[in-house]
């Protein structure tokens, strides 16, 4: 390579480079941003599965759809920082609106029982602690970050998705789960 080309070489490359990363930043920020972002899919679809798991202490949970008025389902893990943040705002939601209707059930995947019970930041009742040890349910459920929360009604409907950590003491968010509690007029 002459002097030449190679000068020229190194001329245009730092400008090759620059808009190479700055197209790499862009597609993270595309692919990446519903990952940190809480988003409500909008849409009703039929639960994917039933959930039959191992509780906390050991005994098993099964959903019986009509059984709730309404289920939050929140997939989350002892080592996600975001899961580890919803979890006090997850209490009062379950705490505030247990008497309306409302269960919530975190499925924690992936992990032993020994490590989920010496975790300091376990929900406290009435979240109910489930255990999906393979991720089966969570794979069937079709979870790819966590914590992902499903809204699930009476009718085993999934009404709301939600990924990324909730702030379950927001105005806007309580008032929507309390539509979804209240009776339907007739």
């Known amino acids: 390579m002459s002097p030449m080309a190679a000068e020229r ?14 197209c790499v930043a862009a597609l993270l920020l595309i692919f990446l941003a519903p990952i940190f972002a809480v988003q409500d899919q909008g849409t ?20 019986m759809p009509g059984a709730a008025r309404l289920r939050i389902v929140s997939f989350w893990t002892t080592w996600c920082p975001p899961c580890l943040r ?6 009062r939601v379950a705490g505030d609106l247990k008497s309306d209707g409302l269960a919530v059930l975190a499925v924690n ?7 989920v019970q010496r975790f300091r930041r376990l929900p406290a009742e009435p979240v ?28 085993d409907q999934v009404i709301m998705q939600l ?17 979804f509690l209240r009776p339907a007029a007739i």
């Open 163 to 179: 990924t990324g950590a909730v702030d379950w003491d927001d105005a806007e968010l309580r008032e929507k789960l309390m539509d």
């Open 109 to 115: 995947v992936g992990e032993p029982r020994s490590r």
């Open 44 to 63: 009703s679809y039929p639960a994917p599965t039933s959930l039959t798991l191992e509780t906390l202490n050991g005994g098993r949970y099964k959903s």
């Open 9 to 22: 070489l190194h001329i245009h490359r730092p400008k090759s480079l620059a808009m190479c990363s700055k």
């Open 86 to 91: 919803e979890m006090p705002s997850l209490e």
């Open 128 to 155: 109910v602690v489930l255990l999906d040890h393979e991720g089966t349910h969570a794979r069937q459920w079709q979870v790819a970050v966590y914590p992902t929360t499903f809204v699930v009604d009476a009718d």
